[in-house]
Every structure is written in C-alpha cells, then in structure tokens.
C-alpha cells in the first residue's frame, strides 16, 4: 500500500475577514475533493484571516501512482488562482506489512516463504 500526503500553505490576498477566507478554502477544498476523490481538509491558520493550511492523503498500490496524483492535486490548487500557494511540502509512504484473516500482522518476507 502507498499512501500519499500533503500540506499546502495559501495566502488569500482579497480577504478582508475571517468569513471571506472560510469561502475560498471551502471552495478550494470542495473543487480539489470533486476533482480528485481524496481526503482534504483544512489543519492550521483556522484563526487568521488571509493564510490557510490545507491537508491533504490518498491511498494506492503504485508509488509512481501517487507521487503524480501528488502533483496534479498541487498543481490543481494553484491553477484555481483562489489564493496563493505560498509552501507545500508532500510525503510518500510505503507500507508493506498486511494483515491475516486473523488479525495477525504478516510481514511481505513471510509471504514469500509460503
């Protein structure tokens, strides 16, 4: 299993409230989601009126995969020119372990042996 995370920092220039701000990041967060099927939400800045912190996984069996739904989903933010992508910083993860019908965690090297 691959697992692929982000977190994307955004300014939003025109807003003028906390309100103001709260609708672009909806709009964001909602668009990227329809777009994308992934888990997105908003993690930090939730008190400041013009910066955001936007956080975002998804899960797939390709690492290569992901790592390029990885960018299209960042590229994807910045080409709604809703705010301004001011950092962004992503993660890829490989997990190998699985578990038996019976809970039992069984390690990739053990499948093989079988």
């Known amino acids: 299993m691959v697992v692929g995370t982000g977190i ?27 777009e994308f099927n992934i888990s997105i939400a908003e993690i930090g800045d939730l008190d400041h009126w013009k910066k955001s912190r936007i956080g975002f996984s998804m899960v797939g069996n390709d690492r290569g995969f992901i790592n390029s739904k990885v960018d299209k989903v960042l590229r994807f933010i910045e080409d709604l020119y809703l705010a301004q992508v001011l950092r962004s910083r992503i993660e890829i993860s490989s997990l190998s372990d699985v578990l038996d019908p019976g809970g039992r965690v069984v390690h990739s090297d053990d499948d093989e042996k079988s």
């Open 8 to 34: 994307v920092e955004i300014f939003v220039e025109e807003s003028r409230s906390l309100k103001d701000k709260r609708a672009v990041v909806k709009s964001i967060l909602r668009r990227t989601q329809n």
